[in-house]
């Protein structure tokens, strides 16, 4: 087993006379212009941590992963990985037929051999892999919202690998980290996947599951596509460097992997399982709620706390891989030490501490201490670099809700009372003035309005990280627009949802354009509230009735709102 562990993986790529070849051929083939996370998955597949996969699924695959995680020969694969295109593209394209796959810049990476063209049942495909049909998942909602609708699958042909000009020397693909093994006489190696900083319990843990399997340690971090919200991986992989220096430097190593990941739980956890073994490891390590998405529609955590552990324990032989089951680490303030919760005898009798996700995000947030007993002051630096507290960072606000709600003049007020605290540099993105800005040549069909909130979206976005303050007041209509925005601003600083929630009775009442009487006449087509639906914000982060009240008074209401959140305070 030692001896095939470390001789080389098989790889896609073909030698760099052929790459030339065919990247002239090429040139004449229709192309794809590749997704964040196809690329993910394509250097994966090209340089063999997707092993034994030959290429993006194909339909008989694709089912025998959906329906029991195994690929139509029977060999074990828990994700669908699939090139997923639009129906506008998939048109001209038939089995037989080669692609070129690009990267944004329009570099040619792979050539696809479309073996087959497939529209997949995503509500399947939710229900199977990811155990709900439920948006609330960040990958479901990938599927349904961002994905395109038609698969097509296939052998692939590697050209070259994607460019990545952050941390190059940190990045291993499968056979150079085996080689690297092989130099070193490790033999076993234990691997600690992670797509957040490391603190001191993370060291702790890591520490004993090396020792307890007697292993070289493998510190292997994602910096592909993780969930929104997470700490983006420039900071992460900052903060790893800077507690590499806590492990022996003959027994650890620090490699990057750029996995797309989908954070299905027990799918997931077999599924790394099998890339880390591609990568010449023996051990890995499956943590508490591995790879879990937080919590879904109604409010509970998408899979078991130890579902993961128990699938990986079912496959582990049949993968040829080992599990440690991670222990979940606390401190003992008596003994000023981390110690497994499950293992403490005399827990009545000692204080145990503990700071949670949300906790430390908090402390964060809002300039508080983080106790040296939790983390390395060199790794609260990081992230407090790029984590400044919120009455530091940009904002967003959004105000949402039907036409003639009172948006706009409640953003004006808003505006200004900003203004005149000082501070940040605040920018009104209002409806009519972005029309006529950003989008003077887009109509009113959903499509798109979509695309006009998505342009807003983005603008705020980088008013956001760039530390000012962008106050939105478009309609919005579409809950999933709405969230997309939320997720692209909430990279970089806090997003408000204000529902401006007049009724539509009101709104048709005020009338100021004139626009209801002529939706009424049928001379607008697609008039939210009255020919097309609008989502009410289901828990927006402040609601607003404007019936009986003055702007005045909401424009307060927001202040209110944003000082009890700390993005503005005395010392801003």
Known sequence: MTASLHSPITELYVSAESAQKLKVEAGEMPSWDLTARQICDLE?????????????LGEADYNGVVENMRLADGSLWPMPITLDVSEKFAEGIEPGQDIALRDPEGVILAILNVSDKYTPNKAREAEKVFGADDSAHPAVNYLHNTAGPVYLGGPITGLQAPIHYDFRARRDTPNELRAYFRKMGWRKIVAFQTRNPLHRAHQELTFRAAKESQANLLIHPVVGMTKPGDVDHFTR??????????????????????LAMRMAGPREAVWHGLIRKNHGLTHFIVGRD?????????????????????????????????????????YVQDRAQYEPADEIADKDNVTILNISGTELRRRLSEGLEIPEWFSFPE???????????????????????????????IANALMVKLMEMGGRPTTLLDGDLVRKNLSSELGFSKEHRDLNIRRIGYVASEITKNGGIAICAPIAPYATTRRAVREEIEQFGAYVEVHVA????????????????????????????????????ENPELRLDTEGTDVDFCAQQVLLKLESMGLIGSES
């Open 290 to 330: 591995h790879a879990g998405p937080g919590k879904n529609s109604a409010g509970e955590d998408f899979y078991g706390p130890y579902d993961a552990q128990d699938m990986f324990r079912e496959y582990q032989d049949e993968m040829g891989i080992e599990m440690v089951p991670f222990k979940h680490m606390v």
């Open 502 to 537: 007049t009724s539509i009775e009101e709104c048709e009442r005020r009338d100021r354009k004139g626009l209801y009487k002529l939706a009424r006449e049928g001379k607008i087509k697609e008039f939210t509230g009255i020919s097309d639906p609008y989502d009410v914000p």
């Open 237 to 258: 992989v900052r903060c790893y460097e800077a507690v590499l220096d806590k492990y022996p430097a003959a027994t650890t190593h620090m490699s990057l992997l750029p």
């Open 379 to 409: 790794v609260v630096a990081e992230l407090r670099k790029t984590k400044p507290p919120r009455a530091k960072q940009g904002f967003t606000v959004f105000f949402t809700g039907f036409s003639g709600s009172g948006k706009s003049t």
């Open 44 to 56: 994966l597949l090209m340089n063999g941590g997707f092993n034994p996969l030959k290429g993006f």
